[in-house]
């Protein structure tokens, strides 16, 4: 195989294109928890799918997202998983929807 006698710069030409190719590189501030939330109380359902998360009720959501703030992580996204599901996903917009109960506490 034949390398070109010259190192072609075109990559390097302006600021967006180095952005483009650099190393990436990972930080604490950029993760986002996943939280799960489920009715009830005290409840810590483990999710088999996804070692070391679980399915939360509302006061244990709390004290995770505490937690991981605590620890610099910046961002939680909550997914709510309601007590009854229907083909229009009612639920996910309802005013007492999990996630709804969830966010005014």
């Not at 489920?38 to 799918?49: F, H, L, Q, R």
């Amino acid at each position: 195989m034949l390398f070109p006698e010259y190192r072609p710069r075109r990559l390097r030409q302006n600021e967006a294109f180095r952005r483009m190719i650099r190393e990436t590189t990972l930080s604490v501030d950029d993760f986002i928890l996943p939280l799960f939330a489920i009715g009830g109380k005290e409840v810590k359902n483990p999710i088999e799918s996804m070692i070391g998360h679980y399915q939360l009720s509302v006061d244990n959501l709390v004290e995770t997202a505490r937690e991981a703030f605590n620890l610099g992580i910046p961002a939680v996204m909550l997914f709510g998983i309601p007590d009854k599901k229907d083909p229009l996903a009612t639920s996910a917009y309802a005013n007492d929807g999990i996630v709804q109960k969830a966010t005014r506490v």
